[in-house]
């Protein structure tokens, strides 16, 4: 789900990339900005999973992570 969102984000000329962070048995995908390296923010799991697989939801993804 991962390697899809950075394949979206790239198509629309998004500057992010999506990280599989884990730490103390939790799991989340941290949103980083690929020209600075600045943490933009973290969804779960199950949030990466369902934009992956519905473009409308990864522009909803998208616009949670600027605003």
Do not use: M
Not at 17 to 39: A, I, S
Not at 42 to 48: D, I, N, Q, S, T
Not at 51 to 62: C, E, H, I
Request: no cysteine.
């Amino acid at each position: 789900a991962v390697g899809r969102l950075n394949y979206a984000a790239g198509a629309q000329n998004q500057p992010l990339e999506f990280l599989v962070r884990e730490e103390r048995e939790r799991l989340w995908v941290e949103v980083v900005d690929r020209q600075t390296g600045e943490k933009k923010g973290e969804v779960p799991p199950w949030a990466a999973i369902q934009a992956a697989s519905d473009p409308f939801r990864l522009v909803g993804l998208l616009l949670d992570v600027y605003l």
